[in-house]
């Protein structure tokens, strides 16, 4: 772990209270006045690719090595210092600086590398980021001076927010104001992939206190020492922050991430305000997308499925939920769209007569058709069930066991096997379990990246299930068409976007979804899909968008996101012209003098 003292240097740290709002400030800008400023985070001025008559132009010639650098170099050289990092911590460190200090050249090496760097910003590294947060980061306000709070972040034009109490981080459990890599990840990819500006985000934590009690007990842990807040006060600072976001800026778009349970807010929020839950509703979604390239592959149709679901969460009804609108939209009824599911969590299949008081979102899932018998482990369930999918949304890492794998190959032809919980360790398997004990037959998709996998003389690859491939699009085409709210059908477009993006080739390696390299490209296709969907609920602002053709539409989504290569080359050109003109001027004044003008 890199010391403390190198990584405050990148990031202000700061005191915490109950009830405070954590915000992740941008580094303000001082000293030479430059074109740049209206630029939260520009280019460093020390950028090796700066040319000779800039650096002039900006006082910083001489200051640091003379030769400018190309692009490729610098990227070299960057990606030279991010592998000799040892471990994926000293990785998340050195690339946290890299983007306080030079926020496009971090842009750029991101989206020219998504495969390397994403698991680096966001899962599986991130997690482990949080777990040691306040080794890291930190900055926090108080409760009930909300709008106060808000006014001192210095960007004009947010767009969108992350925003998370730090209560169910990953399958990490309560992380209590830790949490806030998460918000900080989640927006990275926003930018990342489907180029919103990044001085457009906002990342937020609340502090509502934590569960944590080591953490409460850790003196480095900079959050509130109270236990979380009762839901009551939980939602009567949220209907403060809410009013506050949108009083500052009134077309912000606002995602509620890693909440332990993010249910009624959903519910209390959604009509009034452009909101989703990215874990119900976009988990569900990317779910859903796979899902139909899934079930396509298996030979079985929709009606014939038998999902066990271990986990009935957020995410995994979330994810129910979504499949079973897809299942609708194949022409079932909801009822036996909805008896295709088994839910179980930690008490064991969830049915109506187990004898303990359900939640509210588990009751529509819960099977009353288990003749009064109980089932504990996920074994006896898929004894029960016969599946032909399980889905690990249970935070268990291994919980698939060898045994319940071999079982579902034996069971199916091409059992599907999805393995969604986060980060790795709390996979419920991992690929390469997954390919042995099923002989390679598996469609298989998992929430964090693994590797492909060599078995018996073929390579095989895994699916990414991870909301990553919705949650940019979902809230660049609700920016974009300036819709008043996400509603359901948005959710449901982005998911059936996904399969669109597959192409031949990667259908031909059995992939569940498109290649991460080309993330760009599947969140503009998402958002495009969004906007229809907004379209046909009524819920956009933007009219002049109804008018085009898809593709119209899709060329205007593409030209809309920032792409940190060209806004590098902007501010190149702004600059260059800039010192030339200075240059011309400067001597101008020197032939006025020669001429004794
Ligand atoms: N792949 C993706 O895109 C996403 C993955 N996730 C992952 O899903 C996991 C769950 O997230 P949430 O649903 O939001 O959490 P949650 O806390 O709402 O739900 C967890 C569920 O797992 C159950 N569970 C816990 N221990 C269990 C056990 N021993 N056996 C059976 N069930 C058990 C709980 O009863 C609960 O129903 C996390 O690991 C998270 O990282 C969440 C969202 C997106
Ligand atoms: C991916 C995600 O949102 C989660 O694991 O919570
Ligand atoms: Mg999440």
């Given at each position: 772990?890199?010391?403390?003292?190198?990584?405050?240097?990148?990031?202000?740290?700061?005191?915490?209270?109950?009830?405070?709002?954590?915000?992740?400030?941008?580094?303000?800008?001082?000293?030479?006045?430059?074109?740049?400023?209206?630029v939260?985070?520009?280019v460093?001025?020390?950028?090796?690719?700066?040319?000779?008559?800039?650096?002039?132009?900006?006082?910083?010639?001489?200051?640091?090595?003379?030769?400018?650098?190309?692009?490729?170099?610098?990227?070299?050289?960057?990606?030279?210092?991010?592998?000799?990092?040892?471990?994926?911590?000293?990785?998340?460190?050195?690339?946290?600086?890299?983007?306080?200090?030079?926020?496009h050249?971090?842009y750029?090496?991101?989206?020219?590398?998504?495969?390397?760097?994403?698991?680096?910003?966001?899962?599986?590294?991130?997690?482990?980021?949080?777990?040691?947060?306040?080794?890291?980061?930190?900055?926090?306000?108080?409760?009930?001076?909300?709008?106060?709070?808000?006014?001192?972040?210095?960007?004009?034009?947010?767009?969108?927010?992350?925003?998370?109490?730090?209560?169910?981080?990953?399958?990490?459990?309560?992380?209590?104001?830790?949490?806030?890599?998460?918000?900080?990840?989640?927006?990275?990819?926003?930018?990342?992939?489907?180029?919103?500006r990044?001085?457009?985000?906002?990342?937020?934590?609340?502090?509502?206190?934590?569960?944590?009690?080591?953490?409460?007990?850790?003196?480095?842990?900079?959050?509130?020492?109270?236990?979380?807040?009762?839901?009551?006060?939980?939602?009567?600072?949220?209907?403060?922050?809410?009013?506050?976001?949108?009083?500052?800026?009134?077309?912000?778009?606002?995602?509620?991430?890693?909440?332990?349970?993010?249910?009624?807010?959903?519910?209390?929020?959604?009509?009034?305000?452009?909101?989703?839950?990215?874990?119900?509703?976009?988990?569900?979604?990317?779910?859903?997308?796979?899902?139909?390239?899934?079930?396509?592959?298996?030979?079985?149709?929709?009606?014939?499925?038998?999902?066990?679901?271990?986990?009935?969460?957020?995410?995994?009804?979330?994810?129910?939920?979504?499949?079973?609108?897809?299942?609708?939209?194949?022409?079932?009824?909801?009822?036996?769209?909805?008896?295709?599911?088994?839910?179980?969590?930690?008490?064991?299949?969830?049915?109506?007569?187990?004898?303990?008081?359900?939640?509210?979102?588990?009751?529509?899932?819960?099977?009353?058709?288990?003749?009064?018998?109980?089932?504990?482990?996920?074994?006896?369930?898929?004894?029960?069930?016969?599946?032909?999918?399980?889905?690990?949304?249970?935070?268990?890492?291994?919980?698939?066991?060898?045994?319940?794998?071999?079982?579902?190959?034996?069971?199916?032809?091409?059992?599907?096997?999805?393995?969604?919980?986060?980060?790795?360790?709390?996979?419920?398997?991992?690929?390469?379990?997954?390919?042995?004990?099923?002989?390679?037959?598996?469609?298989?998709?998992?929430?964090?990246?693994?590797?492909?996998?060599?078995?018996?003389?073929?390579?095989?690859?895994?699916?990414?299930?991870?909301?990553?491939?919705?949650?940019?699009?979902?809230?660049?085409?609700?920016?974009?068409?300036?819709?008043?709210?996400?509603?359901?059908?948005?959710?449901?477009?982005?998911?059936?976007?996904?399969?669109?993006?597959?192409?031949?080739?990667?259908?031909?390696?059995?992939?569940?979804?498109?290649?991460?390299?080309?993330?760009?490209?599947?969140?503009?296709?998402?958002?495009?899909?969004?906007?229809?969907?907004?379209?046909?609920?009524?819920?956009?602002?933007?009219?002049?968008?109804?008018?085009?053709?898809?593709?119209?539409?899709?060329?205007?989504?593409?030209?809309?996101?920032y792409d940190p290569h060209k806004a590098i080359e902007d501010i190149?050109?702004?600059?260059?012209?800039?010192?030339?003109?200075?240059?011309?001027?400067?001597?101008?004044?020197?032939?006025?003098?020669?001429?004794?003008?």
């Open positions: 772990m890199a010391s403390t003292t190198a990584t405050q240097n990148a990031i202000a740290q700061h005191s915490a209270n109950y009830g405070s709002i954590v915000t992740h400030h941008p580094k303000k800008q001082k000293g030479i006045t430059n074109p740049l400023s209206h939260p985070n520009p460093a001025h020390y950028d090796t690719t700066i040319s000779k008559p800039v650096r002039k132009y900006l006082g910083t010639y001489g200051l640091f090595p003379p030769e400018p650098d190309t692009y490729e170099i610098q990227k070299k050289r960057c990606l030279a210092q991010l592998r000799s990092k040892q471990t994926n911590i000293g990785k998340f460190i050195y690339l946290s600086q890299l983007r306080h200090a030079n926020v050249l971090f750029r090496i991101l989206t020219d590398h998504f495969t390397e760097i994403t698991p680096l910003v966001y899962t599986p590294v991130v997690g482990e980021a949080c777990q040691r947060w306040s080794e890291i980061y930190m900055q926090p306000e108080d409760k009930g001076n909300i709008a106060n709070v808000l006014k001192n972040w210095p960007q004009e034009h947010v767009e969108i927010t992350v925003v998370t109490d730090g209560s169910r981080i990953l399958g990490l459990g309560d992380l209590g104001i830790n949490g806030m890599g998460i918000p900080i990840g989640k927006l990275a990819l926003y930018t990342g992939c489907a180029g919103i990044p001085e457009g985000t906002l990342p937020l934590t609340i502090d509502l206190g934590t569960s944590n009690k080591a953490f409460r007990e850790d003196p480095m842990y900079l959050g509130s020492r109270r236990d979380k807040v009762s839901p009551e006060e939980e939602m009567e600072f949220l209907d403060e922050l809410m009013v506050a976001l949108k009083d500052r800026w009134p077309d912000i778009v606002i995602q509620f991430e890693d909440w332990k349970n993010p249910f009624p807010s959903l519910q209390r929020y959604r009509n009034d305000y452009a909101m989703f839950n990215d874990d119900i509703q976009g988990t569900g979604a990317v779910i859903m997308g796979g899902m139909i390239g899934a079930v396509q592959q298996s030979g079985v149709a929709a009606k014939d499925h038998r999902a066990v679901f271990l986990g009935a969460g957020s995410a995994g009804v979330g994810v129910a939920q979504q499949i079973v609108d897809y299942f609708v939209h194949e022409g079932m009824t909801e009822d036996d769209a909805k008896k295709c599911f088994w839910l179980v969590d930690s008490k064991g299949l969830v049915t109506l007569d187990r004898g303990d008081k359900l939640a509210d979102h588990k009751v529509y899932f819960a099977r009353d058709d288990n003749n009064g018998q109980q089932f504990k482990s996920l074994d006896e369930v898929v004894d029960f069930v016969k599946p032909t999918i399980i889905m690990g949304l249970s935070t268990i890492g291994g919980a698939f066991t060898p045994e319940i794998l071999q079982k579902m190959a034996k069971l199916n032809n091409r059992p599907i096997i999805f393995p969604l919980s986060n980060p790795v360790s709390k996979s419920e398997c991992t690929f390469e379990e997954a390919i042995v004990n099923t002989d390679g037959r598996c469609l298989f998709a998992s929430g964090s990246p693994f590797y492909p996998y060599e078995y018996k003389g073929k390579t095989y690859h895994p699916g990414q299930g991870n909301n990553m491939y919705v949650f940019p699009g979902i809230g660049l085409g609700t920016i974009l068409c300036k819709a008043i709210k996400v509603t359901s059908g948005m959710i449901y477009a982005s998911g059936e976007a996904l399969p669109t993006m597959i192409t031949e080739e990667e259908k031909e390696r059995a992939l569940l979804y498109a290649e991460i390299t080309r993330i760009r490209d599947v969140s503009a296709r998402v958002a495009v899909y969004v906007i229809r969907a907004a379209q046909k609920d009524n819920v956009d602002r933007l009219h002049s968008l109804r008018d085009m053709t898809d593709e119209q539409l899709e060329e205007w989504v593409i030209e809309k996101m190149e050109d702004e600059l260059d012209s800039l010192a030339k003109d200075l240059a011309h001027t400067r001597s101008l004044s020197q032939d006025k003098k020669q001429l004794k003008l």
